[in-house]
């Protein structure tokens, strides 16, 4: 069945579909999104590549959650620092620093959720769409981190300076 998305809200999406953008290393394939929920949440396949994600941030709209689907992620949540593997579901409540990243040398790939929706907004401005999904890009220059930053301060995410 080919991707889905009816005038009643009906979305069925088979593995691979949903439109996807890279940022940074990272590419979200969105499964639903502000559009489709009313605003109730979006929902992306994250495919994170080895061992680089984004810097510890903080949401000021969205709580995150992640269910692993392969390999593992490092995720930090204010102080603490731990690894979630398969199966594992990570809850990240919105007004708390943290960050994610593929572990142990492998790409990671997780379903996750984000309430209330509009993520998927900053995705588009902050990253490129993937015309190609396999050509992960490298660590992006400065200049570009910088960017991103700027473009996060317009969505309510903040990225605290780091610790000295």
Do not use: C
Not at 105 to 134: Q, S, Y
Not at 136 to 154: H, Y
């Amino acid at each position: 069945m080919p991707e889905n998305r009816t005038s009643e809200n009906m979305i069925s999406l088979r593995a691979g579909e949903g439109t996807s953008w890279w940022l940074m290393t990272d590419l979200h394939t969105f499964k639903a999104v502000s559009e489709d929920t009313n605003g109730a949440f979006t929902l992306t396949e994250l495919t994170a590549a080895a061992d680089f994600g984004p810097p510890p941030h903080i949401h000021h709209r969205e709580d995150e959650a992640f269910y692993v689907l392969d390999g593992q992620f490092e995720f930090r949540y204010n102080d603490r620092t731990f690894t979630a593997g398969p199966g594992s579901f990570v809850y990240l409540k919105k007004g708390r620093v943290h960050m994610h990243r593929a572990t142990g040398g492998a790409p990671a790939r997780a379903l996750v959720l984000h309430t209330p929706a509009g993520l998927e907004r900053f995705i588009r401005e902050a990253g490129k769409p993937a015309t190609d999904r396999t050509a992960t890009p490298g660590a992006p220059p400065m200049p570009e981190l910088e960017r991103i930053v700027a473009v996060a301060q317009k969505y309510d995410i903040e990225v605290p300076p780091p610790p000295s």
